[in-house]
């Protein structure tokens, strides 16, 4: 636990990094707010060589062109499409051609469990992404009819069926089979996608803890400093954290979401970073970006006592570990963060920490 300057208030083996599960989107998210900023949107584009002719044929292909935005769905494309036919395109002479070039590297992340390579929480990251890369099913189970959601694998090729499905369903012909193609530098938008503002999208992240998004926003971090790949995510957020003079005490990342069982950190860097981010106030502030204990999002069925209302936190659970790390407004010392990780209890480990956090806030 650290007041606002940083100045530790506890300590028990806060220099040791153990598995942190998903408090480690906090890293992810505190870079990219510093390096992208907090007013980033992404941006996703329906291109083409030329605008359509007078009679709404487009010569040669139809580009989907992303930059990686997390939340880019099925109905906002259905949108652009739709935006489309009303300008009058009726045929495309080319074909639908997906440019995902904006990112690099393969589509799930090789530190995960191959066990999980089906599940939607560990869905592939791509520079196009469409309904968060997953499918819905449904199946009834003793009667009753229950939804499922399935990771994709060959995300770019699944893209180009989704759109050439969108443009045949309003009766726009595509000549070609979708393709797989990088963009040339001289096509004209046709339409643009914005998502949503950085800060809205990490709200979503750290709320539902949204994997998906924390990896997303890895390689964006990594496009901006390097070849869009994990590996320059993860260089730019070690550097952020050398920048800002937060310790990092045995850190080893793998990942941006933390459903790696590699990952390292320890809670010294956690408890600083935030600190950090208070300190700073403004565009980098992650207070209001965490969800209420006992009230919001994955912390909904924290049963704080002295605590509610007066915490907000990042939870984190994989097999073995229990892991919350946030603020608390204490009742005589304001404000301080703390960072709470147990790996391997045998006994309730989310208990303890409700627990240790309802007394923090006494203080």
Known sequence: MVDAAGNTLFDDRANDAVTPASVQKLVVAATALDVLGPSFRYHTVLAAQQPAAVDGTL???????????????????????????????????????VDASAM????????????????????????VSIDEDTVESTQTVGGVQEHFWTAVH?????AGAVVDRLLRDRR?????????????????????????????????MLFVSDNHY????????????????????????AQFLSERGIPRPGLQLADG????????????????LLADAQSRGGASSMYMLLPAGGREGTLRRYYFTTAL???????????GVASLAGYVNTLHHGRVAFAFMINGSPGDPDAAIVRAVDRLATL
């Open 309 to 319: 209302g007066r915490v907000r936190a990042k939870s984190g659970h994989i097999d």
């Open 104 to 127: 690099k590297g393969p589509e799930q992340n090789p530190h995960w469990s191959q066990d999980d390579a089906n599940e939607d929480y560990a869905a592939p990251t791509n520079a």
């Open 59 to 97: 010569n040669g292909n139809l580009w989907l062109v992303g930059s990686g935005d997390p939340s880019l769905t099925r109905e906002n494309l259905q949108s652009g499409v739709g935006m489309l036919a009303r300008s009058g395109l009726r045929r495309v002479r080319g074909a639908v051609a």
């Open 172 to 204: 726009i012909a595509v000549a070609g089979r979708p393709v797989v193609a990088p963009a040339p530098l001289d096509t004209v938008v046709l339409w643009d996608h914005r998502s949503d503002s950085l800060r809205g999208l990490e709200t979503h």
């Open 154 to 158: 060959g995300v770019n090729r699944w």
């Open 257 to 272: 979401s933390g459903l790696a069982d590699s990952n390292r950190i320890a809670a010294i860097t956690l408890a600083r």
């Open 214 to 237: 924390a990896e997303q926003l890895l390689r964006s971090l990594g496009a901006e400093r390097g070849p869009g790949d994990d590996a320059a995510g993860l260089k730019a957020e």
